[in-house]
Nanobody
Framework: QLQLHESGGGLVQPGGSLRLSCQAS???????VAWFRQAPGEEREGVSC??????YYANSAKDRFTVSRDYGKNTVDLQMNNLTPEDTALYYC????????????????????????WGRGVLVTVFS
């Protein structure tokens, strides 16, 4: 069973940056890996994902967030710049194998149900 562990959350002022990291218990070569977030009272939404060599972003994350994968370290990072209070949420790393199944694009509605492995989440708070 793939295990995921997020780190890097914290408190930051608007305009600041944070880098989240997702550490996997095994190689991620055959997984789509995504970052989701959930704010209080809101549904879980896809922020960014990396499938093979391609990366995808929610409109709210474009031009501010960058996802990257390190195959050697089994990590997927999310660099978040120019943060706003609207980015405040619990951020989750999730993964789904791409072997034998179609994985929904993380930014599509309801995509979270297509990911079977989840971390516990890390809190990002942006306040002024």
């Amino acid at each position: 069973q793939l295990q995921l562990h997020e780190s890097g959350g914290g408190l930051v002022q608007p305009g600041g940056s944070l880098r989240l990291s997702c550490q996997a218990s095994e190689r991620l070569d055959y997984y789509a890996v995504a970052w989701f977030r959930q704010a209080p009272g809101e549904e879980r939404e896809g922020v960014s994902c990396i499938v093979g060599t391609r990366d995808y972003y929610a409109n709210s994350a474009k031009d501010r967030f960058t996802v990257s994968r390190d195959y050697g370290k089994n990590t997927v990072d999310l660099q978040m710049n120019n943060l706003t209070p609207e980015d405040t949420a619990l951020y989750y790393c999730a993964a789904a194998t791409v072997i034998g199944q179609d994985v929904p694009l993380c930014v599509a509605p309801g995509a979270a149900s297509g990911y079977s492995s989840w971390g516990r989440g890390v809190l990002v708070t942006v306040f002024s």
